[in-house]
């Protein structure tokens, strides 16, 4: 694998991490909670994972500029900028919310989860968005 791997990596640990999460919201509705533990675990586990192939390709590589042109262009960078503002919220909104979870401070762990699972949903979805508009278009 080489540096040029890693943004197909990266939207690749974001699908993963957005079926997860799907998957452990399934869990914990239906009550299974052991389940729902591991499941979130691998998505935090996945996630971490991506944002350590992000900072490697990103200090050695730097960004890609956009080339699209027209209103694809205004709904790439909307997607973008939502994507990056609420990115920068889920690894403190993540690892407080497992860290509630597995200390089995349930009250205050779902009340935290109703705000972390859409952002860091969100933020997994758009990312694999980002590298179809960017690589793929």
């Given at each position: 694998?080489?540096?040029?791997?890693?943004?197909?990596?990266?939207?690749?640990?974001?699908?993963?991490?957005?079926?997860?999460?799907?998957?452990?919201?399934?869990?914990?509705?239906?009550?299974?909670?052991?389940?729902?533990?591991?499941?979130?675990?691998?998505?935090?586990?996945?996630?971490?994972?991506?944002?350590?192939?992000?900072?490697?390709?990103?200090?050695?590589?730097?960004?890609?500029?956009?080339?699209?042109?027209?209103?694809?262009?205004?709904?790439?960078?909307?997607?973008?900028?939502?994507?990056?503002?609420?990115?920068?919220?889920?690894?403190?909104?993540?690892?407080?919310?497992?860290?509630?979870?597995?200390?089995?401070?349930?009250?205050s762990h779902a009340r935290l989860a109703r705000w972390?699972?859409?952002?860091?949903?969100?933020?997994?979805?758009?990312?694999?968005?980002?590298?179809?508009?960017?690589?793929?278009?």
């Open positions: 694998m080489t540096l040029a791997d890693l943004p197909a990596v990266n939207a690749t640990l974001n699908a993963i991490s957005a079926v997860l999460l799907v998957i452990g919201y399934r869990l914990i509705r239906r009550r299974r909670i052991d389940a729902h533990r591991r499941v979130m675990i691998a998505a935090f586990a996945t996630s971490t994972l991506f944002l350590i192939c992000y900072v490697i390709y990103h200090a050695n590589v730097g960004s890609r500029p956009f080339t699209g042109q027209g209103p694809i262009r205004q709904v790439y960078f909307a997607v973008l900028i939502s994507h990056i503002v609420l990115a920068a919220t889920v690894p403190p909104l993540a690892l407080i919310t497992l860290i509630r979870g597995l200390r089995a401070r349930y009250d972390t699972l859409p952002i860091w949903l969100y933020v997994s979805v758009t990312g694999v968005i980002v590298y179809v508009m960017l690589y793929q278009l």
